[in-house]
């Protein structure tokens, strides 16, 4: 995943924090050829978004690959996520995407109905790629339309992550089961008896907003365009303006201020929700202790989360299917390659990788418990369509939720923009 705000957009921008330096390895680019050399071997192209961290992992993993099939070579190249997915555009429009790439959900349909994915499914029948041996439920995350367009290599749900000191000086204890009501209500005690804000930006992250409408039985995304209304996005967004004004939420100008690092880990803010796997940030940022919360809810019991995941594509342009096949299969599926990642990208997907990676640091551990119990509970769902043009959508919500934030427009005017935009990224 680990891959709303765009809760996945925003914090990979600033967990990676980052430069798009390539630790000295090639560049994508094919150099005119199919990528086969004279003794034999094939050379594919591999691009993922990510912080150096991250590339380290990789290429280890790339290493054992190369040395079990010789005749493949990898040639690689990482970005951060936004330099990634300009660079990706413009390959895939000029018809030479990389042969296997990191990939989200939010972006299947959109590059699917451009014919840039390849459907891996028929990899899977020639035997190159195993589809078996996955956590329950998580490769629907990369199924479009009965196509399989991705693998996933690990898993993530949406999580609150808290700041425990700060929590603990208010007196909240956040237990399974909680409202929302519950939970507006801990944001005003945090702040009148800390000073702090409680959350840092709730009203802004689109899969959050998405969970929230899944309990009220609507959906952020229905296959091909918005499961809501205009009045739907008014309360949301005018509640959370009002809990901003009142200092329950931290400014978004802070927000900014705070930028690439977190108001939660920079002290100004005492929860934030994001993907679970995400938490490993807070420790590395902050001084303080954090951990993991429940997921309000309305009823006390559907919380609408759902598993999502980072997952490999390949390139319905490449021309060598086969052993792109290969490479997937061995990056989700082999036990050293799940060592060597652990859960840089989500807690791994395949059943091989999750029981040989044991993780030793209590925050690992506490994500891997918090998924396992989140599992146990059985309100995990099917994850909400994303049509094409998500992407598109979900840097709009982004946008307009902090210029609300930050008094550069009404609730109306960015309730009206949204749905306009929204609209136009659909038809394009």
Same mark, same amino acid.
């Given at each position: 995943?680990?891959?709303?705000?765009?809760?996945? &957009?925003?914090?990979?921008?600033?967990?990676?924090?980052?430069?798009?330096?390539?630790?000295?390895?090639?560049?994508?680019?094919? *150099?005119?050829?199919?990528?086969?050399?004279?003794?034999?071997?094939?050379?594919?192209?591999?691009?993922?978004?990510?912080?150096?961290?991250?590339?380290? !992992?990789?290429?280890?993993?790339? =290493?054992?690959?190369?040395?079990?099939?010789?005749?493949?070579?990898?040639?690689?190249?990482?970005? #951060?996520?936004?330099?990634?997915?300009?660079?990706?555009?413009?390959?895939?429009?000029?018809?030479?995407?990389? %042969?296997?790439?990191?990939?989200?959900?939010?972006?299947?349909? !959109?590059?699917?109905?451009?014919?840039?994915?390849?459907?891996?499914?028929?990899?899977?029948?020639?035997?190159?790629?195993?589809?078996?041996?996955? &956590?329950?439920?998580?490769?629907?995350?990369?199924?479009?339309? $009965?196509?399989?367009? *991705?693998?996933?290599? *690990?898993?993530?749900?949406?999580?609150?992550?808290?700041?425990? !000191?700060?929590?603990?000086?208010?007196?909240? %204890?956040?237990?399974?089961?909680?409202?929302?009501?519950?939970?507006?209500?801990?944001?005003?005690?945090?702040?009148?008896?800390?000073?702090?804000?409680? %959350?840092?930006?709730?009203? $802004?992250?689109?899969?959050?907003?998405?969970?929230?409408?899944?309990?009220? $039985?609507?959906?952020?995304?229905?296959?091909?365009?918005?499961?809501?209304?205009?009045?739907?996005?008014?309360?949301?967004?005018?509640?959370?303006?009002?809990?901003?004004? =009142?200092? @329950?939420?931290?400014?978004?100008?802070?927000? =900014?201020? %705070?930028?690439?690092?977190?108001?939660?880990?920079?002290?100004?803010?005492?929860?934030?929700?994001?993907?679970?796997?995400? #938490?490993?940030?807070?420790? =590395?940022?902050?001084?303080?202790?954090?951990?993991?919360?429940?997921?309000?809810?309305?009823?006390?019991?559907?919380?609408?989360?759902?598993?999502?995941?980072?997952?490999?594509?390949?390139?319905?342009?490449?021309?060598?299917?086969?052993?792109?096949?290969?490479?997937?299969?061995?990056?989700?599926?082999?036990?050293?390659?799940?060592?060597?990642?652990?859960?840089?990208?989500?807690? @791994?997907?395949?059943?091989?990788?999750?029981?040989?990676?044991?993780?030793?640091?209590?925050?690992?551990?506490?994500?891997?418990?918090?998924?396992?119990?989140?599992?146990?509970?059985?309100?995990?769902? #099917?994850?909400?369509?994303?049509?094409?043009?998500?992407?598109?959508?979900?840097?709009?919500?982004?946008?307009?939720? *902090?210029?609300?934030?930050?008094?550069?427009?009404?609730?109306?005017?960015?309730?009206?923009?949204?749905?306009?935009?929204?609209?136009?990224?659909?038809?394009?």
């Amino acid at each position: 995943m680990g891959t709303g705000t765009n809760v996945e &957009r925003r914090t990979v921008l600033k967990a990676a924090g980052v430069s798009a330096v390539t630790l000295g390895l090639a560049a994508t680019g094919c *150099g005119g050829n199919d990528g086969t050399s004279a003794d034999g071997s094939v050379t594919i192209r591999y691009s993922w978004w990510g912080a150096e961290e991250r590339a380290k !992992k990789i290429n280890q993993s790339i =290493a054992l690959f190369e040395k079990k099939y010789p005749k493949i070579k990898v040639k690689t190249d990482f970005q #951060t996520y936004l330099s990634f997915w300009e660079k990706f555009q413009t390959q895939a429009a000029g018809g030479n995407p990389p %042969d296997v790439f990191q990939n989200a959900v939010g972006f299947l349909r !959109k590059y699917d109905k451009r014919g840039v994915l390849l459907d891996l499914n028929s990899q899977v029948k020639a035997g190159n790629l195993s589809l078996n041996h996955f &956590r329950a439920g998580v490769t629907k995350v990369g199924e479009v339309d $009965g196509k399989q367009l *991705g693998v996933p290599v *690990g898993s993530n749900t949406m999580a609150l992550v808290i700041d425990k !000191k700060v929590f603990q000086k208010a007196g909240v %204890d956040p237990q399974t089961g909680w409202t929302w009501d519950e939970y507006f209500k801990a944001l005003k005690t945090i702040h009148d008896k800390t000073k702090v804000p409680g %959350d840092t930006g709730y009203f $802004g992250i689109m899969y959050l907003y998405d969970l929230y409408l899944r309990q009220n $039985g609507k959906a952020f995304y229905t296959a091909d365009g918005l499961g809501f209304d205009k009045a739907d996005l008014t309360e949301w967004w005018q509640d959370g303006y009002n809990r901003i004004k =009142a200092g @329950l939420v931290t400014d978004p100008k802070v927000v =900014a201020q %705070d930028t690439p690092k977190s108001s939660l880990s920079a002290g100004h803010g005492a929860s934030e929700f994001t993907w679970d796997n995400f #938490t490993v940030r807070y420790s =590395a940022e902050g001084s303080s202790t954090y951990g993991l919360a429940p997921i309000p809810t309305m009823d006390g019991k559907h919380t609408g989360q759902y598993l999502a995941s980072l997952m490999l594509s390949g390139s319905a342009h490449t021309s060598h299917p086969k052993e792109v096949a290969q490479f997937i299969d061995f990056m989700v599926h082999d036990p050293e390659v799940g060592k060597i990642m652990g859960y840089d990208r989500g807690i @791994l997907a395949s059943t091989e990788q999750y029981a040989a990676f044991q993780p030793t640091d209590a925050v690992s551990k506490e994500i891997a418990q918090y998924e396992a119990d989140t599992a146990k509970a059985g309100v995990l769902g #099917t994850i909400t369509p994303h049509p094409s043009g998500a992407d598109t959508v979900e840097a709009s919500f982004l946008r307009l939720a *902090g210029d609300l934030g930050q008094g550069k427009t009404k609730v109306a005017d960015a309730v009206k923009q949204f749905f306009t935009e929204s609209e136009t990224a659909f038809q394009a």
